[in-house]
């Protein structure tokens, strides 16, 4: 939004800014501010930035090393619509507090490298990225964790069961289950709100697409956006789910990124549209290929595919992850690609016809990543497709148009690799195989493994550790 520290000033002053709002993402993704009054936001500022513990940000620093300063982006700038009093907020570069040396854990640092490492090799000048926002709106939720008692409870007043509350809306317009995709009102009972969402988000500088209610007939939707740089994009998708979070909360309803909030209804994903240029020349199209696919495109999937095993465990670094990547719900769980199938993990849409949107979509992450290191980790496999020559028909990806998951089609299915169907076997995987991941100095060992490490220990094995209520239906008789 802003090109210098005097625009802002003149921003401030001409529209009576009370406050600049600072935010960062921890290392997996987690959105955290601080805020300063208006009149603190000087050249003093931007040179030193403002400290902060990164002890204790999640996956950042140790106690007896934590001071870290943040340092505002200016071109990141936006008025802050959800804020009483007047309020412009920035993304921040992370750096050290005493050299002032970017921090090599800051997500943002790090999508940064990995395009300028895109450029290094010659391969391409950018790479553009589309992310698609699914997710849930309830009406409530409530649930509780204690040693001995133990729920969840959602409603959602466009679900079935949802005259079973006490205030359900008993008007007759409840969904049947899968039966939301494209849903029109009475139905579908959330179009303000997405509109809604939608203008803001374009007041915030994020073109929209289009918007609409998903397959979940219990308040699942989607908003799709504008491509752009991976930088940006990542940036994009933080600031999206704060958007979306924060408008459904204004019309006192609750949204969430969950990848499978509701079981037997369709879980949300983050499908990552992308595709390479090289001086604003498209390289992912030639009209005689398979799809209207390059050479490069195809090493670009093949490399793709082949780390997706290690992908899942930064594209899917929850437990819940896994309740989604499973047979039929359109679940990108078989590795393979294909033009306009949604059970593959790599859809080449079919209406994207033309040079310049030649694209591919890759379909099994979900929002529970860090969008800045997902998009990098999936650039860099792309990268060494491309730097390798990986051919797609050997390595066995196919293309294979049909539904695979079909009773017909079980022995081609058995045939092919699928994904992990564990946060605990993805996280392997990530350990066994990150090589690409460390060229260009983006990733290093120690991100690796700190990555790995929480993630195992916070989600996984906290997760194993507890009953479950099902766990009771099936065992307690016993």
Known sequence: MFGSLQEVSSF??????NFIDLKYTNLFGGLHHITIPAQQFNHQLMEEGVGFDASSTPGFKTLESGDMVLIPDLKSGFVDPFFEHKTISFFCNIAEADTKKPFHRDPRYIATLSEEYLKSTGIATESRWGPEFEYYIFNSVDYRNDPYFSFYQINSNEAQWSNYFEKGKQDGYQMFNH??????PPF????????????IMEACGIPVRYHHHEVGSSGQVEIEVIMDNLPRMADVVILGKYIIKMTAKKYGKTATFMPKPLYDEPGSGMHYHQHLFKNNK???????????LSKTAREYIAGLLKHAPALTGLTNPSTNSYKRLVPGFEAPVALFFSLGNRSSAIRIPKYATKPETKRIEYRPPDATTNPHLAMSAMLLAGIDGIKTHLDLEKEGFGPYDMNLFAPENAEVLNSIKSIPD?????L???KNNHQFLLAG??????????????????DFIANRNRPTPYEYLLYYGI
């Open 282 to 292: 498209p390289l992912f199209y030639d009209k005689n290929g398979y799809g209207g």
């Open 428 to 430: 392997e995987e990530l």
């Open 12 to 17: 401030l002053r001409d529209n009576d800014i």
């Open 179 to 184: 039966r939301g995709y494209h849903a029109s």
């Open 441 to 458: 100095n983006i990733f290093t060992e120690d991100i690796i493994r700190t990555w790995v490490d929480y993630k195992y220990h916070n």
């Open 422 to 426: 564990s946060l605990d076997s993805a």
């Open 188 to 199: 579908d009972e959330l179009y303000d709100i997405r509109s809604e969402t939608v203008r």
